[in-house]
């Protein structure tokens, strides 16, 4: 496939990212669970699952911002206050496993890939960190209020804001004058065409990662509980070190049972939404 020539690209990069991933946003928007999750058909077990992998993909995601905090590839981009998920995460793990989350969440194979693709991003090409906090940071910061309020009503949650710390950005006063400033950054970082170029193919890498993980997700949420489970199941497996009991997979963060997960099967279709508008939504509303 040609590519195009630097002088056909829009000048600025947040342009460029904007219509590079229009298709990709527009397979997202036609996809058949993203238009029930306005009805609020979610469950509490692929929420937990889709908030596990969440924690993966930040903790590597700021592991490799803080490795290139003075990098001038990346350096304009560097809101910690402001953007950085990882402690929010903690906090919402700690809700939904327990005490001892860090030992009973799941730790999916597409959730060790896009781990792994950050990883590689960061540590020798540190030039493309921006297409994946493009990706993230921004589309959360610009649906998060929508999706915890959603979250809230469909899965009976304090209107403290417990379980759903990851959707608020307490440092953020204006989320609109926030993601002009960020993009007025993004505009400013120095690049080759050639550079560039990556930048964008690699934004849309992100979007596949993301599509690829709740693809797989949903996959295992479809498998039997009863006959199969959590470590048994393809691509599900614990951290390492994991002691965890099977349990910590069905238990709500008080202590009630899951209903039956055949009981939920139409339902299952659905269960990762919240997390995939994060990815693909929210950035859609962003980027509009």
Known sequence: MERPQPDSMPQDLSEALKEA?????????????????????????????VM??????????????????????????YFPEELHRRAALERDM????????????????????????????GRKEPELLVAHAYTRYLGDLSGGQVLKKIAQKALDLPSSGEGVDFFTFPNVASAT??????????NTLEMTPEVRQRVIE???????LNIQLFDELQELLGQDAEDQS?????????????GAR????????????????????????????????VATVAVGLYVM
């Open 230 to 242: 959590p470590s048994q199941a393809p691509g599900l497996r614990r951290r390492v070190g994991s």
């Open 177 to 186: 004058k926030f993601k002009q400033l960020y993009r007025s950054r993004m």
């Open 94 to 121: 700690a809700f939904w496993y327990g005490p001892r989350w860090e030992d009973a969440i799941p730790y999916t194979q597409a959730t060790r890939r896009y781990v792994r693709r950050l990883h590689e991003v």
């Open 246 to 277: 099977d349990a910590a997979l069905t238990e709500t963060p008080r202590g009630k049972p899951q209903p039956n997960l055949l009981s939920q099967a139409p339902l299952l279709r659905w269960v990762l939404t919240l997390s995939f508008v």
């Open 202 to 208: 690699e934004a849309k890498a992100a979007f596949l």
């Open 21 to 49: 991933t229009k298709e990709v946003h527009v397979q997202a928007e036609n996809a058949e669970f993203m238009k029930n999750f306005q009805k609020g058909q979610v469950t509490r077990k692929g929420f937990k699952l």
């Open 52 to 77: 596990a992998s969440l924690y993966h993909i930040y903790v590597a995601l700021e592991e490799e911002i803080e490795r290139n905090k003075e990098n001038a590839v990346y350096a304009p981009l």
